[in-house]
Each structure stands twice: as C-alpha cells, then as structure tokens.
C-alpha cells in the first residue's frame, strides 16, 4: 500500500498537537524557517519552548565556541548547537515537564546568495528522545539546495526541517519510509548526500545501510561511509585534497584488489603536481555493480561494506556508473588533481562504449567531460584471456575511430599505466573466489588479503558456511 504523503503544514500540526513532544529550535544561516512552519500552523505553544537564530559571529561563538576553522557551516558546529541547546532543555524543564520527550532542533546553513559563488548547503540535526526516561538520540543530515533563489532555498530547508522531525517522531520504526519522506514536498529542490542516524533507540541500525538507501532512494547520487561504519561528509576531509578513486566490486576484496589500491595510490602521491600530505584514497561501489546479479541485496552490500572498513577503507556508494558523474559531483570540494584507477578490461569496455554510442560530432564533447585536465586514469594490468599476454593501457584494442584521441590521452598522461603490481596475482579473480567460498573450498584463502579471510570466516560472510565456523572455534 502505497504510503500517505503530508503536506508540510500537516506534519508540523499535528507534532504541534502532541502534547509530549517538546522542544527548542536554533538555525543560523537561512533566518527561522523551520520554526516559522511551526508557528504558522497553530498550536505551537504546546511544541516550542525556545527558537533562536544567533546569526551574528560573535554571538554564535559566545554562545557555542569559537570553530577552529573558521568555518560556521559545519559538522562540528551544528553538534555544538545540538549539544548546547538539548542540556539547556534537560537541565532547566526536565523536573517540570517529565513526561516530555524533549527534542533540540538545529541547523547552520549557506543559501545561496546574490552573485552565486555559494550555491546553497547546510547541515541539520535533531536531538530527540522517544521516550522521557531514555537516553536521546540524534539524526543528523547534510543537503545540498538545487533552487536557484535564496527564498526558494529558504523555503526547502524549512520543509526538510519539519520533514525530519515528522519522520523521527513518526517514521522511527519504518527507516526507509523514514529516509524517503525526507524530501516529502522536495522533489527536484534538494539532496541529501550525508544521513546519521543513531541513539538508545537505533542501536541495531547501520548507517551504511543508510547511506545506500540515500543512492538507492535517489536523495543523492553519492554518500559516504569511513572505516569505522560511520557516515561522513566529503566537504568535512576532502576540500582542496588531491584525490585517487578506486573503483570496483570487491566482491569479496582480493590480493588484486588490495596492490591496485596500494600501487596506485604509492604512484599517485609520487607525482609532482600531487601533495602527498595532502592527499586521500577512496573505494568506490555503484548501484550498478550491486544490481549485477539483479537487485540490490543488502547483506550482499554489506559483507562488500564489512571488508572494504577491514581494510580501513573510506567507501563511497554513488549512482555514477559513468565516471564523469563522480567528477562532476567532486568539483564543488575544489580537487586539484584526481586519480580514478581502473582496470584494462574496463578501460576497454569505456572506450568501446564511448565511441560505439556516440556520433563522430559528440565524441570530443563526450571525452572532453571525462577527461579533465585535472584528472587521470590509473590502468591495472590484465591477462589476455587465453593468453599469457598483459593487457596494459598501451597495446589495447582501441577501435580504430577513436585511436586518435586515445593517443592524445596517451601522450599527455592522462591515461597511465599503474607501474609497480603484482605480476604473481593476476590470475585472481574476484568472481572466481567468491564459488570457491561458496563451494567450501580452502584455496580462496591464498588469494585474498589475510584481514579478508578472517572476516570472512567470522562473520560468515558471502555464503562462508556456518558449521565450518562451530566446527573451527
């Protein structure tokens, strides 16, 4: 059954008219948008204890502290408004409202403004209990505003607002609805590309899951996670970072996988345009590689997620299957130099499709979208199949009508050969590991890292059978 879709004014009377609900709102940046929907619709008294908006600087750091940074358009700042306000709340109407369910409501957010060089983003949180004895919890959300006036861009915030705490208060047990009602009146306006969510209440959730629900749901086409589970924001670690992508199905992770991500990045921060103090790795999976057996399974997602943080990765999950879409969405974090390392086959595989899809008249605008100047493409060698041959970036069969630009690429390295592998691994392959896992038998040990195999094995991942573990331990 298809769910019911409130407007915004609805949502917020009725958390107006419930009467245990209790809360303070504090927003910086885009006036008191979220409130203001609060107030409009009536009943507010009983919801609002305290709304605020110390747009002034130094007002802010009086009452927060000052950000090491600089920057009041931050995760950290918005914790330190949640903080501040939620122990506020509990510390002065906690013995005279107790069987309230506090809440703290805050965000900090750029709109755009009058000559466009702010395009419009910001980070929310709320704070909120489910039930008065119990220890709070926290959601906390990054977006990204699409409109193209301030007032519009005002407007969705205070819509996302009430969205949130709809959701929260009514959607806690039901996450993907919870997730999916967060553009509710938003369609087109607004991206979320970083979603937390965690507390007393939420202890089984996995906010990896949640990140995939972001791509899967279509709130954003890129999220986030690091090696500890947790999801993070790229404009929190990768602003004018020099950056290497490394993209594949590590399904399970190999010793393959393992020395491309090694060599390349080794071969990345050797080069004399990058700061290698100032650079980052990151592993790359894409709705489309996890759909390559059908649909989308979630253990499946998160035995590739479990072993990808093993090897303490920061992952990202996208829906950019073609790789200009992950560079344009990188852009706004102002990269000096990316790396996006790739196999030979799929190098190949983007060439045939590039030229085969494209008329001769697209084909410098289509590669010219690819090929950044900024950018560069990290080529892993593979065995010809039947054949003792390497496939490298320099012998592969290029179809005739694009040879020329390929050579141009060539010439002025922005297609390389990734030097330094592994030439003892390259008969593993990902695929083949994973029957063997399936088949119980032992040799896929040997072929991957030795942090892989133990996780595997004790978590009984990707179908590693159960028994073998009792019969083991």
Request: glycine share 6%; proline share 3%.
């Amino acid at each position: 059954m298809a769910r019911q879709i409130l407007e915004t004014e609805q949502k917020a009377l009725e958390i107006n008219l419930n009467q245990n609900i209790y809360g303070t709102f504090s927003e910086i940046g885009a006036g008191q948008e979220v409130a203001r929907y609060f107030f409009q619709v009536g009943a507010a008294a009983g919801t609002i204890a305290k709304t605020m908006s110390a747009y002034d600087k130094i007002f802010s750091d009086k009452i927060y502290g000052v950000e090491a940074t600089g920057r009041y358009v931050c995760e950290s700042r918005l914790y330190k408004m949640l903080d501040h306000e939620f122990d506020l709340l509990q510390g002065r109407l906690r013995t005279e409202r107790p069987n309230s369910t506090f809440f703290a409501f805050a965000d900090t957010i750029a709109a755009i403004n009058y000559s466009r060089t702010i395009k419009g983003n910001g980070w929310l949180g709320l704070r909120f209990q489910l039930h008065p004895d119990n220890e709070f919890n926290e959601l906390v959300l990054h977006a990204r505003m699409l409109d193209k006036n301030n007032q519009l861009q005002q407007q969705a915030i205070g819509i996302l607002g009430v969205n949130m705490i709809f959701a929260c208060f009514h959607y806690h047990n039901e996450l993907d609805t919870l997730v999916q009602s967060l553009l509710d009146g938003l369609e087109g306006r607004v991206k979320i590309d970083m979603i937390r969510l965690k507390g007393t209440d939420f202890q089984e959730v996995d906010n990896r899951l949640l990140c995939l629900r972001l791509v899967e749901y279509g709130l954003t086409d890129v999220a986030m996670f690091g090696a500890d589970g947790n999801s993070v924001h790229p404009s929190e670690f990768l602003y004018k970072k020099h950056l290497m992508v490394v993209r594949g199905s590590f399904r399970p992770p190999t010793l393959v996988n393992l020395d491309m991500i090694r060599k390349s990045f080794d071969q990345f921060r050797e080069e004399d345009e990058v700061d290698a103090r100032k650079s980052f790795l990151l592993t790359e999976i894409t709705l489309d590689n996890l759909r390559a057996s059908g649909g989308i399974d979630d253990k499946d997602f998160l035995d590739r997620a479990d072993l990808l943080c093993e090897l303490d990765q920061t992952v990202i999950v996208s829906n950019c299957e073609e790789h200009h879409r992950l560079i344009r969405y990188l852009a706004d974090y102002k990269i000096p130099t990316m790396g996006i390392v790739i196999g030979a086959r799929q190098l190949l595989e983007l060439m045939n499709e590039k030229y085969y899809q494209n008329t001769d008249g697209e084909l410098l605008e289509v590669f010219g979208k690819l090929f950044k100047k900024h950018v560069r493409f990290y080529v892993y060698p593979a065995m010809q199949e039947g054949s003792e041959e390497l496939m490298t970036a320099e012998n592969l069969p290029i179809p005739e009508g694009v040879k020329f630009l390929y050579k141009h690429l060539l010439d002025n390295n922005q297609i390389v050969n990734i030097g330094k592998y592994n030439p003892n691994i390259l008969h593993i392959f990902s695929a083949s590991v994973l029957q063997m896992i399936n088949n119980d038998v032992d040799e896929w040990e040997k072929m991957v890292p030795r942090k892989v195999a133990d996780a595997i094995k004790e978590k009984c991942l990707f179908g590693y059978p159960s028994e073998r573990l009792e019969f083991e331990y």
